[in-house]
């Protein structure tokens, strides 16, 4: 099977690759919503067969089956017969803004910050081998990247690229999949254009650290990156305990 070469479908191939052993219908269905709220899988998009989806994700047809089903029940799933049916992806832009709402909600600051550490981590790693081994059009790619419509989708895919420059295929699997948990709960920060700029900004300068083979400073900018980052989760976070609050 021919490698993911895009940003986006490196972050499909992470939803549909396999789950730990043992997977239960609940965790195909964590799998399959989490990418939704991140946007790898948008309305309309057709689902693989059961058979192909259990496949994929190593576990039994009954299971893919029962977790479809559940999916369907929160409205995020169709079904059409025929020649051209299938399972299709249900959702609007309000349903995953509600979802990623949830989400957060739900996870405490300690959990956030687990998961921003883990993220941290690995990004900042792929950050400094990527200055060891990117070339001056590797770097063009990154800094092209950085031009796109939506800051959260640029600098999403500036990342995901600077982790496939590590040269690591196990590293940017997963930076793949912690991008997905991570990135997802980003989403109500899409209009905040004051972080965009800094986190444009802040890309920006990974870009000439890596450019100058500054592993060093590739990390620590990186490490920044994800604290900003961080930070507005956290401010969001407790913006939505206090709503929820009675």
Sequence with gaps: MPQPTTPHHRLRAAVFSPLSENGKADQ??????????AGILSDGDRLPRE?????????????????????RARGLLATRRGR????????????????????????SRVELRDTAIHYSAIASTAA????????????????????????????????????????????TREYVRLHA??????????????????VLGCCERIASAIEAGDGTQ???????YVAQLLDWLIREHSALAARSSP
Excluded: C, K, Y
Aim: negative net charge; proline residues 1%; hydrophobic residues 50%.
């Design 28 to 37: 195909v269905e964590d799998r399959l919503l989490q990418g939704i709220i």
């Design 51 to 71: 058979t192909e989806l259990a496949t994929s994700l190593g576990v039994a047809t009954v299971t893919a089956r029962e977790a479809l089903v559940g999916l």
């Design 84 to 107: 051209d049916g299938g399972s299709f992806i249900t959702v609007r832009p309000e349903d995953r803004l509600r979802l990623v709402a949830e989400r957060l909600n739900h996870l």
């Design 128 to 171: 400094g081998l990527a200055a060891r081994f990117a070339d001056a059009n590797d770097v063009a790619l990154l800094r092209s990247l950085l031009s796109g419509d939506s800051w959260m989708h640029a600098t999403g895919n500036f990342l995901l690229e600077l982790a496939a420059l590590s040269q690591s295929a196990r590293l």
């Design 181 to 198: 948990e991570f990135g997802m709960l980003l989403l109500g920060a899409e209009h905040d254009d004051s972080l965009g700029a800094e």
């Design 218 to 224: 590739a990390r620590e900018l990186t490490d920044g």
